[in-house]
């Protein structure tokens, strides 16, 4: 078991459709479990972020005080740390309110008086833009694509693990 | 003729060529963006730049360079690679390219650009300007946060279709393209609608109303069919 490699999911402001793509590994994902220990994702049960991670894949917009707070201590707790679509690269979607003011976009959202996001409460407050990954910390590799596709999620992760470096070519970064 | 050199091969060009007319006669492909056959080269964008090695490797653009005798072309090198990079780099990062709903996407030059020189990643700050979008137009919209300003519907416009209707507003950063000095699409009385500037733009800027995402499939040789058949005049 301990020779397998630790691999964490993070997913924030995006639409779930990189994890939703790497759930389209199918029957590779069988593979995917004998090179692998999911240890901290969406899609398992521990609610800590654990030590030790060997690979951080993140997939989402970091837009809130919140997600920042976990895009830092998954950095600390990561030797590899992976932008997983483009929403974690360029902030795509997400990024869209960026031209506005942050409180003009949540006024015209949710209208006057309290409104959650405006501070920390209830929901984490709303940062002043939506930024990909690399805004706030190092990002060791991307795999661009909205979403990449299963081939490539699989291609990365294989070549990754097996060569120790992930060769993603040609047609394999094209964004959107 | 002239003799020169392109990456090491020695190939024959008429007075006159550019660099990058010829190194496409002999089949060596050089990325390109504001070019675009048919229109007059401008050599704004710089992603065609090569360098001259027997001139300190300078760095010129392809596209308005004309050949020398004896010139030592280098087309593709680590160093090209990277600078042609960056500058695409900073076209994604000056206005708001979202490739996953723009109605180009799949079919844009830049996107291609991104993908041919190895960009995964842009490595500074994004800007997120605040740009508007022009659906004025019955048949064609633009959309400024796509745009490149690579100028290419203006030339189009002027030398092709002899409207004048395109045309630049603002400076450095804050360039735009522009309809009858500034007045929305839809009202300008100089434009035909022919639809050439749509063609010639490499990116969604322009596009045809009522197109899905990824739906807006270009034909730019068009502007060089049409040019093809008249006496050259510029």
Known sequence: ????????????????????????????????????????????????????IDVALIEGTVNTTEQLAQLREIREKARIVVAFGDCAITGNVPSMRNPRPR???????YGGGEIPGLE??????????????????RVDHYIPGCPPDADRIWKF???????GKPRLEGEEIRFG | ??????????????????????????????PTLCYLEGLSPKGTCRVCMVEIANRNGKLVPAC???????????TRSERLTRLRRTIVEMLFLERNHICAFCVSNGHCELQDLAVELGMDHVTFPYRYPGLAMDLSHDD???????????????????????????????????????????IPWGLSETCTSCGKCVQAC????LFERGMATAAQVKSPEIIREVTERRPRVF
């Not at chain 1, 924030?12 to 029957?27: I, V, W, Y």
């Open chain 1, 1 to 52: 078991m301990s020779s397998k490699v630790r691999v964490a999911t993070m997913w924030f402001s995006g639409c779930s459709g990189c994890h939703m793509s790497f759930l389209d590994l199918d029957e590779r994902l069988i593979e995917f479990a004998e090179l692998a220990e999911l240890v901290y994702s969406p899609i398992v049960d521990p609610k800590e972020i654990p030590d030790g």
């Open chain 1, 103 to 109: 409180d003009e976009v949540l006024r015209t959202v």
């Open chain 1, 120 to 137: 920390d409460g209830a929901v984490p407050a709303l940062l002043p833009r939506a930024l990909p990954l690399q805004a706030y910390v």
């Open chain 1, 157 to 163: 992760i294989v070549t990754l693990i097996k060569e």
């Open chain 2, 1 to 30: 003729m002239i003799t020169l050199k392109l990456d090491g091969r020695e190939v024959r060009a008429k007075k006159g060529q550019t660099i990058l007319e010829v190194a496409t006669e002999n089949g060596i492909r050089i």
């Open chain 2, 64 to 74: 308005v360079t004309p050949v020398e005798e004896g010139l030592e072309v280098i």
């Open chain 2, 140 to 182: 064609f919209g633009l959309d400024h946060n796509r745009c490149v300003v690579c100028g290419r519907c203006v030339r189009a416009c002027s030398e092709v279709e002899g409207a004048f209707t395109w045309g630049f507003t603002g400076r450095g950063i804050d360039t735009a393209v522009a309809t009858d000095l500034g």
């Open chain 2, 202 to 205: 490499p990116t969604g800027a």
